[in-house]
């Protein structure tokens, strides 16, 4: 019988051990998809996405999300702090900020020139689009990382993740990454529609 019981008990062990191997490879640190865009940035989009929302030592991304959002700001905004709520929106703008500032302290480190901005920075719609198709994996589906990616390249963009990571927790940096996915789905939406 004692051997009977200590089966059971290294089998709950076991349980209890694979239980958590499958919680730590599904955990949030854990990327949403395994795709990883490899290619060239694009330099000039990243010049865009940055003079949109106020160039180099002056960028925010409340300022890029009012022109991204052309029209559309208010119910854009009031559909994701109603859906997030407004703390996680603020600190979605917060993160975004931090990040675009590591991509400008990185780039100038490296001596990387951008060039001129394309799509043209004030148009709400093209910025938009080229933005969300950035983003757009080859599965279809729309990640952040994957944006970043296309705009400054894939080592660089894990640069930035551990930053947000040492500087804001890997939980803020997880709500950034979904706060900023469905915003952009509302704004592919809304421009399909338009």
């Keep these: 019988m004692h051997h009977v019981l200590k089966n059971v008990a290294n089998f709950r062990r076991f349980v209890v051990a694979m239980l958590v191997v499958a919680f730590a490879t599904t955990s949030v640190h854990a990327p ?11 330099l000039a989009l990243t010049a865009a996405l940055l003079k949109a929302g106020g160039g180099a030592g002056h960028f925010s991304s409340f300022k890029l999300f009012g022109v991204v959002t052309k029209g ?11 859906q997030f709520g407004a703390g996680d929106v603020k600190d979605t703008f917060a993160v975004f900020d931090y990040a675009i500032d590591d991509v400008v302290r990185i780039v100038t480190a490296k001596h990387i020139a951008l060039p001129p901005a394309s799509p043209d920075p004030a148009d709400s719609k093209a910025l938009a689009v ?10 279809g589906n729309w990640d952040v990382g994957y944006m970043l990616e296309h705009l400054i390249t894939h080592p660089i963009h894990h640069v930035i993740m551990h930053d947000i990571d040492a500087k804001f927790g890997a939980k803020k940096n997880e709500v950034f990454h979904i706060v900023l996915s469905q915003m952009m789905d509302d704004l592919a939406i809304a421009y399909k529609n338009a």
Excluded: F, R, S
Excluded at 72 to 79: F, I, S, V
Excluded at 130 to 139: M, N, P
């Design 32 to 42: 949403a998809e395994a795709i990883v865009y490899t290619g060239t940035p694009d």
């Design 72 to 82: 559309l700001t208010a119910k854009e905004a009031a559909k994701l702090t109603n």
């Design 130 to 139: 080229a933005l969300y198709k950035a983003g757009t994996t080859t599965t």
